[in-house]
């Protein structure tokens, strides 16, 4: 069974820096696209960063040169570096799996979502 546990949420002031980890289990993402999502309450989920199983990174325009999605192989985690953080970043951030798709993992309509960690970054 497949489990994504996202963690390292938080309340940062603008211009601050988190690191989002994804601890996953039952799952070899090393073949698989993972990817970061953000969701807002009352507005759809948004994918923010995507990585292929070849180690191609892909970023939402919103987030391109201040978010860097990683990996670490061996401990099986994903990561999120989220630096520069604005206001319009607040939002619940989620990890996602799939178990078919390696490429363009930006654009994958994912098998699964971990529960969520809240950033909340004020002005």
């Known amino acids: 069974q497949v489990q994504l546990v996202e963690s390292g949420g938080g309340s940062v002031q603008a211009g601050g820096s988190l690191r989002l980890s994804c601890t996953t289990s039952?799952?070899?993402?090393?073949?698989?696209?993972m990817g970061w999502f953000r969701q807002v309450p009352g507005k759809e989920r948004e994918g923010v960063a995507g990585l292929d199983s070849d180690g191609t990174t892909s970023y939402a325009d919103s987030v391109k040169g201040r978010f860097t999605i990683s990996r670490d192989k061996a401990m099986n985690i994903l990561y999120l570096q989220m630096n520069s953080l604005k206001p319009e970043d607040t939002a619940m951030y989620y990890c996602a799996a799939d178990s078919s798709a390696w490429r363009r993992c930006l654009e994958v309509s994912y098998d699964y979502y971990g529960q969520g960690t809240q950033v909340t970054v004020s002005s």
């Open positions: 039952g799952y070899d993402y090393r073949n698989y696209c």
